[in-house]
């Protein structure tokens, strides 16, 4: 089995690399980090495996100075943004592999999420809005963070244009307080909603269906409450194989390029900034824009 101990990262990437071309499954032996701060730890192990689009497997401890590491290629096939579904609605319905994510799970979406929860007060909140609701997990992530009772106290209104999502999120909330509706998001108006103090938003307003620019003008303006709060959320990610992978895809290159997600996080960053609102950018895989409004 190839020892990799002694190579550089270099050379060891080299190595993958080759190794990778023609195995779906690799293994090799590497220096013990537990024991020796000049190893690469476990992190670099699983950024590594992520940078060459593989997991990295349970690593076996063979002494005091060896372990033994398994890279598995992930099937870059298997993954909702290569996913063809003839219905545009359906395109993140109950039918499709973007169903089966759960971001809850991903702790560089879920504490930005927290975080971004926290900054708002949600508890304080009395109308929150969601766009892009799809199975309802951010409202569930709500609920567990606050307590049943709390979340009782808040209307929350979800928004899709996909009645099969609509139906599984209906089916978790069926509670008074929480309200679904089928529509189009560019068409929110016609909805004739109550203003919200919070309207929450995750990777839904760069979908191609949304005027991005025109959109977040006009939902803070006709939407939002005088003291009403942002969360806005952009993948700087993608998810294949079931793994969540660093780096936002952009058209026209085959590395993560992110010139696209940062020109429209930082135009809602300014136009928020004109609008009165304190902002701040923060998360990894996702990026959270929250902004609450400020009083003076
Ligand atoms: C990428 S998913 C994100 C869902 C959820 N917020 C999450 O992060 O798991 C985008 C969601 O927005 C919905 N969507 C996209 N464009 C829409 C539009 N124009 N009107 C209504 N819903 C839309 C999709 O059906 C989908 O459920």
């Given at each position: 089995m190839?020892?990799?101990?002694?190579?550089?990262?270099?050379s060891?990437?080299?190595?993958l690399?080759d190794?990778?071309?023609?195995?779906?499954?690799i293994s090799?032996i590497a220096?013990?980090?537990?024991?020796?701060?000049?190893?690469?730890g476990?992190?670099?192990?699983?950024?590594?495996?992520?940078?060459?689009?593989?997991?990295?497997?349970t690593p076996e401890?063979?002494?005091?100075?060896e372990?033994?590491l398994y890279f598995?290629?992930?099937?870059?096939n298997?993954?909702?943004?290569?996913?063809?579904?003839?219905?545009?609605e359906?395109?993140?319905?109950?039918?499709?592999?973007f169903f089966n994510?759960?971001?809850?799970?991903e702790?560089?979406f879920l504490?930005?999420?927290k975080?971004?929860?926290e900054a708002?007060?949600?508890?304080g909140?009395?109308?929150?809005l969601?766009?892009?609701?799809?199975?309802?997990d951010?409202f569930?992530?709500?609920?567990?963070?606050?307590?049943e009772?709390?979340f009782?106290?808040?209307?929350?209104k979800?928004?899709?244009h996909?009645?099969t999502?609509?139906?599984?999120a209906?089916?978790?909330?069926?509670?008074?307080?929480?309200?679904?509706y089928?529509?189009?998001?560019?068409?929110?108006?016609?909805?004739n909603?109550?203003?919200?103090?919070?309207?929450?938003s995750?990777?839904t307003l760069?979908s191609?269906s949304?005027?991005y620019?025109?959109f977040l003008m006009?939902?803070?303006?006709e939407?939002?409450?005088k003291?009403?709060?942002l969360i806005l959320?952009?993948?700087?990610?993608?998810?294949?194989d079931?793994e969540?992978i660093?780096?936002?895809k952009?058209?026209?290159?085959?590395?993560?390029?992110m010139?696209?997600l940062?020109?429209?996080?930082?135009f809602a960053?300014k136009?928020l900034?004109q609008?009165r609102?304190?902002?701040?950018i923060t998360?990894r895989e996702?990026?959270?824009?929250?902004?609450?409004?400020?009083?003076?």
């Amino acid at each position: 089995m190839k020892n990799l101990k002694n190579l550089s990262l270099l050379s060891i990437n080299s190595w993958l690399e080759d190794r990778l071309k023609t195995n779906d499954t690799i293994s090799f032996i590497a220096q013990n980090p537990d024991n020796n701060r000049n190893a690469l730890g476990i992190k670099a192990w699983v950024n590594i495996a992520e940078l060459h689009y593989c997991k990295l497997l349970t690593p076996e401890k063979i002494s005091n100075s060896e372990i033994r590491l398994y890279f598995k290629k992930l099937n870059q096939n298997n993954s909702f943004h290569t996913e063809v579904i003839q219905q545009q609605e359906e395109k993140y319905g109950i039918q499709s592999k973007f169903f089966n994510i759960d971001k809850n799970r991903e702790p560089t979406f879920l504490l930005a999420y927290k975080r971004a929860l926290e900054a708002v007060k949600i508890e304080g909140r009395k109308e929150v809005l969601n766009l892009g609701i799809n199975k309802a997990d951010e409202f569930e992530f709500i609920r567990e963070l606050i307590g049943e009772e709390s979340f009782n106290k808040i209307n929350f209104k979800g928004i899709d244009h996909s009645q099969t999502a609509l139906d599984y999120a209906k089916n978790r909330f069926p509670n008074d307080n929480v309200k679904f509706y089928r529509h189009d998001i560019n068409t929110i108006s016609q909805l004739n909603l109550p203003k919200s103090d919070l309207i929450i938003s995750i990777g839904t307003l760069q979908s191609p269906s949304i005027n991005y620019k025109p959109f977040l003008m006009s939902l803070i303006q006709e939407h939002l409450t005088k003291n009403g709060a942002l969360i806005l959320a952009f993948p700087n990610s993608r998810w294949i194989d079931g793994e969540l992978i660093y780096g936002a895809k952009a058209p026209n290159y085959n590395y993560s390029e992110m010139s696209l997600l940062f020109n429209d996080v930082i135009f809602a960053k300014k136009y928020l900034q004109q609008k009165r609102f304190r902002v701040t950018i923060t998360g990894r895989e996702y990026i959270f824009i929250t902004a609450t409004k400020i009083n003076n």
